[in-house]
């Protein structure tokens, strides 16, 4: 039969951890910015891939044929990106 551990009493010196306070965190600051832009972005580029595609390639560039789509995805990927500085 395996012997059981030891157990170490509990130190008389133990001191109880300090109350934590709380912190309230200013949502209401800065970067009011950032959300009607991100989805700009993405409305921006969905409406620019839609249109694409409902004009046959006609619109909204007809130079850039199917680079079109990457313009649109170009567009969804800078809201991406501007999303990230959401706090």
Known sequence: MPKSRIRKKKDDSYAQPEKR?????????????VAPLMLSMFVIGLAWIVVYYVTQADLPIESLEDW??????????????????WK
Not at 21 to 33: A, F, L, Q, V, Y
């Open 21 to 33: 306070t709380t912190t309230k965190i200013d949502m209401g600051s800065g970067r009011r910015w």
């Open 68 to 85: 079109n789509i990457v313009v649109g995805f170009g567009f969804i990927a800078v809201g991406f990106v501007v999303s990230t500085q």
